[in-house]
């Protein structure tokens, strides 16, 4: 999800692994579950452990919204556990291994059907469904489907977490440069075509201070998160539809990759390696030396401050002519053994599914809402940054997909396609190549996540 702010780089408060085991839900028996302060309560307070990541602005957001809940729900308090993004999984491994599971978790949307096997999750139909509080009709199915599980496939049958959020992850453009330049405004409903796109990011691409070399930039992409959208815009993508072979090997994809590569390596509209180091790209785009860059919801509130205007576009199209791009999503779930399930699910509900909780976190400028009704007033709303929300919601309910390793297992055999890609992006290797000799190495991982699952299932 490219260490940028937002997801990526998140600036929290951490953790010993000892707090976390220590106020964690369950007990060593794992009889009872709840959490450890449950064991020894009065039974007058019923206390729950919410553990979760997040970035400064987050945590500001969340705890305010816990204590709200809390508020609202007198007879239950709240222990925060919160860790550094890249902290996060770790940490919650451990708690799950030591049986000391928090009552409520942020868990990612591919981890469900391991967590569902291994009776980690709560299954939380049977108190959301008919909660006549809660309309999932009017939340985001793409969100909700992330997170049902059957038993056999995912994205259908029981939920066992609720989206924290959906994530649509969009292309920005800096506004002002654009105006500066002269150079029309990016249509909020036609894609540029690959072409197109250069095209503008080469008039971008300037010196500016006349030292010889340029200092603003058409693009400064990171390939682990915008390679996607050239690959699925182009026909092509990293799995075939039974999720069983993995299929970067197709030309169309290679076209993908070398177009990505050579943005930087032949029409030189992205800053080379050797200058990223001096000054990452995500410094460029807050500092206004970038023309393009994505945007996230969790990017609004840091945006607020940028030293020029921005809105978003559609991501340029390849061969398809269509604008491709995923959508991220973390679920909060909750322990299968908490004490207090009723309690747990309702400060799921609150964070997730309740007007009042989403309206303080969207205020925020932290997400999106969940609520299709409130995300469409909210869209609307043209005089908060950026203007465009509107392709947040276009991605969410008609054109993001999610990133390929949440079919599987484990998503070791995708994570290895960006492990040793670095000659592709400088040049040293074609995107032909390098597809070739990845293809037979990523299969037998995925070989291995087909045949860990089925093994799962026998038990």
């Given at each position: 999800m490219f260490k940028k702010k937002g997801w990526f780089i998140i600036l929290s408060l951490m953790l010993v692994l000892s707090v976390v085991l220590a106020g964690c839900g369950g007990n060593t028996e794992g009889e009872n579950g709840g959490t450890a302060?449950?064991?020894?309560?009065?039974?007058?307070?019923?206390?729950?452990?919410?553990?979760?990541?997040?970035?400064?602005?987050?945590?500001?957001?969340y705890s305010a919204v816990v204590k709200k809940f809390e508020e609202d729900h007198p007879g239950v308090k709240i222990k925060i556990v919160v860790t550094a993004a890249d902290q996060y999984a770790t940490k919650l491994k451990a708690a799950i291994t030591g049986n000391k599971v928090p009552d409520v978790f942020y868990f990612e949307s591919g981890d469900t059907k391991a967590y569902v096997h291994n009776d980690i999750l709560l299954n939380l139909t049977p108190y959301v469904e008919d909660n006549p509080e809660i309309n999932l009709d009017n939340m985001w199915k793409y969100g909700l489907d992330l997170y049902r599980y059957d038993g056999n496939m995912a994205g259908q049958g029981d939920l066992y977490g609720m989206p924290k959020d959906v994530g649509p992850f969009a292309l920005g453009y800096n506004k002002t440069m654009f105006e500066k330049e002269g150079i029309p405004l990016p249509d909020p409903d036609k894609p540029y075509t690959w072409q197109e796109f250069v095209d503008v990011a080469k008039q971008l691409t300037k010196d500016t201070n006349g030292d010889g070399k340029p200092d603003q930039y058409g693009t400064g992409f990171n390939v682990n998160w915008v390679l996607q959208s050239l690959v699925w815009s182009n026909g092509a993508d990293w799995i075939d539809e039974s999720k069983k072979k993995v299929t970067i090997d197709d030309p169309k994809f290679a076209e993908a990759l070398q177009f990505f590569a050579d943005m930087q390596n032949v029409y030189q509209v992205t800053p080379s390696a050797t200058d990223a180091q001096t000054l990452d790209t995500y410094q460029r785009w807050m500092k206004g030396e970038l023309a393009f860059f994505p945007v996230g919801p969790w990017d609004m509130s840091t945006y607020e401050t940028l030293p020029f205007e921005y809105d978003l576009m559609p991501y340029p199209a390849g061969s398809t002519g269509k604008s491709a791009t995923w959508t991220?999503?973390?679920?909060?779930?909750?322990?299968?053994?908490?004490?207090?399930?009723?309690?747990a699910v309702a400060l799921i509900n609150y964070l997730t599914a309740s007007k009042e909780g989403m309206k303080m976190l969207v205020d925020a400028k932290v997400q999106i809402p969940n609520m299709i009704d409130m995300a469409q007033e909210w869209a609307a709303d043209t005089s908060t940054k950026p203007e465009n929300k509107q392709e947040f919601l276009d991605i969410v309910g008609e054109y993001g997909r999610v990133l390929p390793g949440h079919y599987?297992?484990?998503?070791?055999?995708?994570?290895?396609?960006?492990?040793?890609?670095?000659?592709v992006l400088d040049g040293k290797v074609s995107a032909a190549d390098y597809v070739k000799q990845e293809q037979p190495k990523m299969q037998k991982l995925l070989d291995k996540a087909i045949e860990a699952e089925a093994k799962a299932k026998a038990k």
């Open positions: 302060a449950n064991s020894g309560n009065s039974g007058k307070t019923k206390e729950l452990t919410f553990m979760y990541r997040g970035g400064t602005d987050e945590q500001k957001a991220g999503s973390l679920g909060i779930g909750a322990s299968a053994k908490t004490k207090y399930p009723e309690e599987t297992w484990t998503s070791e055999w995708y994570d290895l396609f960006f492990t040793d890609i670095q000659p």
